[in-house]
């Protein structure tokens, strides 16, 4: 099946700062999220980006699917934005399920 | 327009037993698939149903099971429960029928066996 990998595992920054995520992927997807999980467990969705680029906010996505690979940027980041940040892709047969990367856990410090 | 919703929140079990967890989607949302978190795995697909059939199965043990019912709300259950089955269980709907489609996650259901 399809293989998800991201980095870095652990990002650390000073409020304020930039930082960019990345997501790489094994095969064509159909579908490609980025999730950012609370800490009360729940996955909040931030972008359904299986290619091109989207901004919302301080946060934007791109997704190069020929090169298979995204990135989510967060510019500004401030305290709230703590916690693990997943990439979830579908493979390019369709129809099946979301496979999830293990993720980057970031932690923002005033 | 309301959240899935997944009860009970919190449980805690002996090994065992049983459960059932119960995921109502959003409106309008045909798909329902079932997640389970842990810190070893990570995020593991358990099943997708879609219009009452399940449509895809991960690799769980047959201790693993689900249903959907005609309104689409889902429930999946866990019989003979190990201590390995304590996990974040996470339900998601998603609108769409053809493939999986951008998927909404509700808050789960933390399971603890003792």
């Known amino acids: 099946g399809i293989q998800v990998e991201q980095s870095p595992p652990d990002l650390i920054l000073q409020e304020g700062a930039n930082s960019t995520l990345r997501c790489n992927f094994s095969?064509?997807?159909?579908?490609l999220q980025w999730f950012h999980q609370n800490p009360w467990g729940q996955l909040i969705n931030l972008f359904y980006?299986?290619?091109g680029t989207k901004q919302n906010g301080r946060l934007s996505a791109t997704t190069v699917a020929t090169e298979r690979y995204s990135l989510l940027y967060i510019s500004s980041s401030q305290t709230t934005d703590s916690g693990v940040y997943f990439c979830?892709?579908?493979?390019?047969?369709?129809?099946?399920?979301?496979?999830f990367g293990k993720g980057t856990r970031l932690s923002v410090i005033a | 327009k309301a959240g899935v919703t997944q009860t009970p929140r919190y449980l805690i079990k002996t090994r065992g037993q049983q459960v059932t967890l119960s995921c109502s989607p959003i409106?309008?949302?045909?798909?329902v698939s079932w997640y389970q978190q842990t810190p070893g795995q990570g995020l593991q697909f358990l099943f997708e149903?879609?219009?009452?059939?399940?449509?895809n199965k991960g690799n769980f043990p047959g201790r693993f099971s689900g249903r959907q019912f005609s309104n689409s709300r889902s429930e999946m259950n866990v019989s003979t429960l190990e201590l390995g089955d304590s996990a974040l269980y996470l339900c998601?709907?998603?609108?769409?029928?053809?493939?999986?489609?951008?998927?909404?996650f509700g808050e789960g259901s933390r399971l603890t066996v003792l």
């Open positions: 998601a709907s998603s609108p769409t029928g053809v493939s999986t489609g951008e998927l909404f």
């Open positions: 095969d064509s997807v159909n579908n």
């Open positions: 980006i299986p290619s």
């Open positions: 979830a892709v579908e493979g390019g047969q369709g129809n099946t399920p979301l496979v």
């Open positions: 409106s309008g949302h045909r798909s």
């Open positions: 149903y879609f219009s009452e059939t399940q449509r």
